[in-house]
């Protein structure tokens, strides 16, 4: 099973995205190609798509100018899945709060960026996540990071953070406040391409009807 | 609704040194702009800055005026950092813990401990790991590069010879950490030990460098960058990043060369597209040459 996999490289941490795609897709046996997407016409051949975290205002800046946000969001409708991560999730929302920030509308959550702080109050925690392969807390590192605020009728909250919801599953799509690219342990990684049934990855389907 | 019990607010951690990198891995591929008050703050992040850097002049103005460089006033970094939402760096002179706690007390999100400002200390640099904000520091080669790791930097970028608007020392100084990093990955143990000790490095840092084949914290490009070519050649030299000081606010029109440069770092390797994007910017700043800058002018050789 061979997969193409993207990461909206615009700006943000996207190699530690495409290291945690590998390890995520080799710990089930699949080979990944990984795309670095800085322009228009990569995303339509990719089976899963990474949205990394920076800095939202950026992000969304050049994902419009560079023509990339109408070919996410065919992404998305066509039910393949995407991994938005802090930034990626700002951008991803229905609504940012933040008129810097043209939001793709990929999820029904209002986020508040900058929710627990400047970097002086950045942390890292133990994580209870639903979904996951196993019980284990996750290692979650929060930079600056938002806080979702609003969650529409079809978004599942898959953790919380002081009672605040931090990682949203809506679809095809999940979203988290905080890093899962940062550390090791790929579980988000594997939760949102691999481990989501409302998620269509045709690659895999060949695979499972073999 | 999640269990809750797994998720105990008690664990949560500040200032570990994967917060602190994980700060500066955010800014990556992003442009960092020098701006002296709010208005040009305001600027630099319609123009898509990734962050700023708050300080009372920029290097062409610091190199113009001479004198004693020292920390912005307090205040007018606060107003930068109510200004905009994304983060706000500070420079503190070398070896100033003073000023580095001042600014971390403001709220700066990262602090450059910078040869731009006049050196507090002429042997120690600040002992960055007892404070919860990230440094970033310059750095010529590799040597200088790993003992700011080891003191504590969750950033390294080269120092240029910042407000010439000159980027041929940014270039030396990239070209030289790489070419380092280059020859230690054809070394063996001892070897390699031995250039840690040649190079007065710490052995471990040394170590874990030619192992990852790059430096162990993200490297950005600063120092004499004054269009979107040179931003694009510093990517090109396998930056992260890319720190904008006198280049904007220098030219004749910041807006347009602020926004010209963050596009030319997203299309680093698309000579068509740099070419559209270099196009009609007005005039750069006026910027002096090195090879004219007599020795004792030069701010790299600050901070060892």
Same mark, same amino acid.
């Given at each position: 099973?061979?997969?193409?996999?993207?990461?909206?490289?615009?700006?943000?941490?996207?190699?530690?995205?495409?290291?945690?795609?590998?390890?995520?897709? @080799?710990?089930?046996?699949? +080979?990944?190609?990984?795309? #670095? %997407? =800085? &322009?228009?016409?990569?995303?339509?051949?990719?089976? *899963?798509?990474?949205?990394?975290?920076?800095?939202?205002?950026?992000?969304? @800046?050049?994902?419009?100018? +560079?023509?990339?946000?109408? #070919? %996410? =969001? &065919?992404?998305?409708?066509?039910?393949?899945?995407? *991994?938005?991560?802090?930034?990626?999730?700002?951008?991803?929302?229905?609504?940012?709060?933040?008129?810097?920030?043209?939001?793709?509308?990929?999820?029904?959550?209002?986020?508040?960026?900058?929710?627990?702080?400047?970097?002086?109050?950045?942390?890292?925690?133990?994580?209870?996540?639903?979904?996951?392969?196993?019980?284990?807390?996750?290692?979650?590192?929060?930079?600056?990071?938002?806080?979702?605020?609003?969650?529409?009728?079809?978004?599942?909250?898959?953790?919380?953070?002081?009672?605040?919801?931090?990682?949203?599953?809506?679809?095809?799509?999940?979203?988290?406040?905080?890093?899962?690219?940062?550390?090791?342990?790929?579980?988000?990684?594997?939760?949102?391409?691999?481990?989501?049934?409302?998620?269509?990855?045709?690659?895999?389907?060949?695979?499972?009807?073999? | 609704?999640?269990?809750?019990?797994?998720?105990?607010?008690?664990?949560?951690?500040?200032?570990?040194?994967?917060?602190?990198?994980?700060?500066?891995?955010?800014?990556?591929?992003?442009?960092?702009?020098?701006?002296?008050?709010?208005?040009?703050?305001?600027?630099?992040?319609?123009?898509?800055?990734?962050?700023?850097?708050?300080?009372?002049?920029?290097?062409?103005?610091?190199?113009?005026?001479?004198?004693?460089?020292?920390?912005?006033?307090?205040?007018?970094?606060?107003?930068?950092?109510?200004?905009?939402?994304?983060?706000?760096?500070?420079?503190?002179?070398?070896?100033?813990?003073?000023?580095?706690?001042?600014?971390?007390?403001?709220?700066?999100?990262?602090?450059?401990?910078?040869?731009?400002?006049?050196?507090?200390?002429?042997?120690?640099?600040?002992?960055?790991?007892?404070?919860?904000?990230?440094?970033?520091?310059?750095?010529?080669?590799?040597?200088?590069?790993?003992?700011?790791?080891?003191?504590?930097?969750?950033?390294?970028?080269?120092?240029?010879?910042?407000?010439?608007?000159?980027?041929?020392?940014?270039?030396?100084?990239?070209?030289?950490?790489?070419?380092?990093?280059?020859?230690?990955?054809?070394?063996?143990?001892?070897?390699?030990?031995?250039?840690?000790?040649?190079?007065?490095?710490?052995?471990?840092?040394?170590?874990?460098?030619?192992?990852?084949?790059?430096?162990?914290?993200?490297?950005?490009?600063?120092?004499?960058?004054?269009?979107?070519?040179?931003?694009?050649?510093?990517?090109?030299?396998?930056?992260?990043?890319?720190?904008?000081?006198?280049?904007?606010?220098?030219?004749?029109?910041?807006?347009?060369?602020?926004?010209?440069?963050?596009?030319?770092?997203?299309?680093?390797?698309?000579?068509?597209?740099?070419?559209?994007?270099?196009?009609?910017?007005?005039?750069?700043?006026?910027?002096?040459?090195?090879?004219?800058?007599?020795?004792?002018?030069?701010?790299?050789?600050?901070?060892?």
């Amino acid at each position: 099973m061979s997969l193409t996999a993207g990461v909206v490289a615009v700006q943000g941490d996207v190699e530690e995205h495409a290291d945690a795609i590998e390890r995520a897709a @080799r710990a089930r046996g699949a +080979e990944v190609t990984v795309h #670095e %997407i =800085r &322009e228009s016409g990569v995303v339509p051949d990719c089976d *899963l798509l990474a949205m990394p975290g920076g800095e939202s205002t950026t992000i969304s @800046r050049l994902v419009h100018s +560079e023509g990339i946000a109408p #070919e %996410i =969001r &065919e992404h998305v409708a066509a039910g393949k899945p995407l *991994l938005a991560t802090c930034a990626g999730l700002i951008v991803a929302s229905s609504e940012p709060n933040d008129e810097r920030v043209d939001e793709l509308g990929l999820l029904d959550v209002a986020v508040e960026r900058n929710a627990f702080g400047r970097q002086k109050d950045s942390f890292e925690a133990p994580l209870s996540v639903d979904g996951l392969a196993d019980d284990d807390p996750y290692p979650a590192v929060f930079i600056r990071a938002p806080a979702i605020d609003d969650v529409g009728g079809d978004a599942d909250v898959l953790a919380s953070w002081d009672d605040r919801p931090v990682a949203v599953r809506e679809g095809p799509v999940v979203g988290t406040a905080f890093h899962p690219e940062l550390t090791p342990d790929s579980r988000i990684h594997g939760l949102a391409f691999f481990e989501n049934a409302a998620a269509d990855v045709p690659a895999l389907e060949v695979e499972k009807a073999r | 609704m999640t269990d809750t019990a797994a998720t105990d607010l008690e664990d949560l951690r500040r200032g570990t040194d994967l917060v602190k990198r994980g700060f500066a891995q955010m800014q990556k591929g992003g442009v960092i702009m020098d701006v002296v008050n709010p208005e040009q703050a305001r600027i630099a992040e319609d123009a898509g800055a990734v962050a700023v850097m708050a300080l009372e002049a920029v290097p062409a103005d610091i190199r113009k005026r001479g004198g004693v460089a020292r920390m912005a006033d307090p205040a007018d970094v606060q107003e930068i950092v109510e200004e905009v939402s994304i983060p706000v760096m500070g420079k503190a002179r070398i070896g100033h813990t003073k000023e580095a706690q001042i600014l971390e007390a403001v709220g700066v999100d990262m602090i450059d401990e910078s040869e731009v400002l006049t050196p507090a200390d002429d042997a120690y640099h600040i002992d960055k790991r007892d404070f919860t904000a990230p440094f970033v520091c310059g750095a010529r080669n590799l040597g200088e590069a790993l003992r700011r790791i080891e003191e504590g930097a969750a950033m390294i970028r080269t120092k240029g010879e910042a407000g010439t608007g000159d980027v041929n020392q940014a270039v030396h100084h990239q070209r030289t950490i790489k070419g380092e990093i280059r020859k230690l990955e054809g070394m063996s143990h001892e070897e390699r030990e031995a250039y840690a000790r040649e190079i007065e490095a710490p052995a471990e840092l040394v170590h874990e460098t030619a192992e990852m084949g790059r430096l162990p914290v993200v490297n950005f490009a600063a120092g004499g960058i004054a269009t979107p070519a040179d931003a694009a050649l510093m990517m090109h030299h396998e930056c992260d990043g890319i720190f904008v000081g006198s280049g904007i606010f220098g030219a004749e029109n910041p807006p347009v060369m602020g926004e010209a440069i963050v596009e030319a770092v997203n299309n680093w390797d698309d000579a068509e597209a740099l070419a559209e994007i270099s196009k009609n910017l007005g005039k750069g700043m006026k910027g002096d040459a090195n090879v004219d800058l007599p020795e004792e002018e030069k701010l790299q050789g600050r901070g060892v």
